[in-house]
């Protein structure tokens, strides 16, 4: 398995602003994913974050609503823009390390007022 | 998009009773993950099958890959209180790369 941290692990924020969330892996991996889960829901992904291309998004999310960033093999981040209370969620991030095996990291707590 | 159901829903048992639950899906899949996700954690790796018919142990947890490819399942037994947490079946569709679909989930409560 991997190490795999969030940056913050929870935040309250305000109506119309904007939050970018960390992943930080402790080895290379190749594929990375930012997935979001809505209170007491299970989880949806939102995109593959690429290294060295523009993320992949999964249909209903869109690269100016959740911008993503992927610099290098072993970091990530993922910006929620322009925020609503509807927006209030967990934000997992993970990575592939064997073949259609994923793990997860801790999960950004989002709270949107 | 694709679904996967898991029942039950949810479960209160005594503790030391064993736990079943299971995972089914209208589509086939090469792989199945179970996850235990704990309140403010990320979702961990409990068990992974990656052949039609496959059982697998992992201490006290077993999970059997469905020979129709189309569910799984999850047995816990002599259940613990740091066994509660909701178990999510999850795995890729065949031919979606690393498209990973999860499912509904089943929240788990042990009774001590």
């Known amino acids: 398995s991997a190490v795999i941290s969030q940056k913050p692990s929870r935040d309250i924020c305000q109506r119309g602003t904007s939050l970018t969330i960390q992943c930080q892996v402790d080895s290379q991996v190749t594929m990375m994913f930012w997935y979001r889960q809505q209170p007491g829901q299970s989880l949806t992904l939102i995109a593959t974050a690429n290294q060295g291309s523009e993320a992949t998004y999964e249909s209903g999310f869109v690269i100016d609503k959740f911008p993503i960033s992927r610099p290098n093999l072993t970091f990530s981040t993922l910006t929620v823009s322009n925020m609503s209370p509807e927006d209030s969620s967990i934000y997992l991030c993970?990575?592939?390390?064997?073949?259609?095996?994923?793990?997860f990291g801790p999960g950004t707590r989002l709270t949107v007022l | 998009g694709q679904q996967l159901n898991q029942s039950p829903q949810s479960m209160f048992i005594q503790e030391g009773e064993d736990v079943s639950m299971n995972c089914t899906s209208s589509s086939i899949f090469n792989t199945w993950l179970w996850y235990k996700q704990e309140p403010g954690e990320g979702p961990v790796l409990l068990i992974a099958?990656?052949?039609?018919?496959e059982l697998t142990s992992n201490g006290r947890l077993t999970a059997q890959f469905g020979i129709t490819r189309k569910d799984s399942f999850l047995n816990i037994s002599a259940s613990i209180p740091s066994d509660v947490g909701i178990y999510f079946c999850a795995g890729p569709l065949t031919n979606t790369g690393n498209q990973f679909y999860f499912g509904t989930g089943t929240s788990l409560t042990v009774i001590p």
């Open positions: 993970s990575v592939a390390l064997l073949a259609d095996t994923q793990y």
């Open positions: 099958l990656y052949k039609a018919g």
